[in-house]
């Protein structure tokens, strides 16, 4: 599945919020979006998933205009992928992941055979089948985001996307969902997050979308386009990047203590 978005312009009211925003997701790849509060990550989702409409430009989902399609027809290309909230899912974990495959089955009809191999699946490939009988709602955050990752995955849509998927895990479960979303990217899922942190993109992402003032500040692979410069200007801080035998690691400060306070 390929995403694609050009000259993108959206206005809640007289402001705009997205200002000719044009950019291209491929099979199989993770693209990092960037950007300060109120740059516009959350509303570029939900223009994508069709909550909003009224934009200018287009956005096409392999080739066909995403407006064109029906809300079951755009569930069958995309899947979204909400943060995790504590107490939000009195459910087991299978049962949630089920619930990805409504789409599949008809009003009145319950889940059949075809529905619970699509949660098998899905629970295995994000490493999750041995909690299935659990309540999700007793599950670290780390595990509760990749119960909803597994429900995205039953719902059997070839795009995934996640708007702040890390931002309520701590250091650990943030790597591990990290290195699962990476897996996903890696088997062919095409994949758009939002992360606050941009070391994120520099160690998951194969490319970057940096957004400010609703405008795309930059586009392309890490390494081109993560620079001091690019983050002194989305975050108004200053930083070096160092290398290492592991990667490319972001270092707040320029001479080490000067963003302390
Ligand atoms: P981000 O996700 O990057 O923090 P958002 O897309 O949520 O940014 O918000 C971008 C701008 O749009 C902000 O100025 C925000 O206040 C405004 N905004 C977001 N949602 C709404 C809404 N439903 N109605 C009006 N303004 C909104
Ligand atoms: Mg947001």
């Known amino acids: 599945m390929s995403i694609e978005v050009s000259k993108l312009y959206f206005a809640y009211d007289a402001a705009p919020v997205l200002k000719d925003v044009s950019f291209h997701l491929g099979k199989g790849e993770l693209l990092a979006v960037l950007g300060p509060n109120g740059a516009g990550k959350s509303t570029l989702f939900r223009c994508i998933l069709g909550i909003e409409s009224g934009y200018r430009g287009s956005v096409t989902l ?151 003032g609703g405008q795309a500040a930059a586009c392309g692979t890490p390494r081109d386009v993560m620079t001091p410069a690019l983050l002194e200007r989305l975050y108004g801080v200053k930083t070096a990047l160092i290398e290492t035998e592991t990667g490319l690691f972001i270092v707040p400060g320029k001479k080490g203590r000067e963003n302390c306070v």
């Open 62 to 212: 392999d080739g066909q205009d995403a407006r064109s399609l029906s809300p079951r027809a755009r569930a069958a290309r995309i899947a979204y992928i909400p943060q995790v909230h504590a107490h939000a899912f009195p459910y087991s974990v299978e049962e949630t992941v089920l619930m990805g495959t409504a789409h599949s089955v008809s009003p009145l009809a319950l889940p059949g055979r075809e529905q619970h191999a699509s949660a098998m699946e899905a629970m295995e490939a994000v490493g999750i089948r041995h909690l299935a009988k659990k309540t999700v709602s007793r599950l670290s955050g780390g595990e509760q985001q990749l119960v909803l990752i597994a429900r995205a995955l039953a719902q059997r849509a070839a795009t995934l996307m996640m708007d702040e998927p890390t931002s309520s895990l701590d250091y650990g479960n943030q790597a591990r969902v990290l290195e699962r979303v990476r897996a996903l990217a890696d088997r062919g899922y095409s994949i758009m997050l939002s992360t606050h942190n941009p070391q994120h993109a520099l160690s998951y992402a194969d490319r970057v979308l940096a957004l400010h």
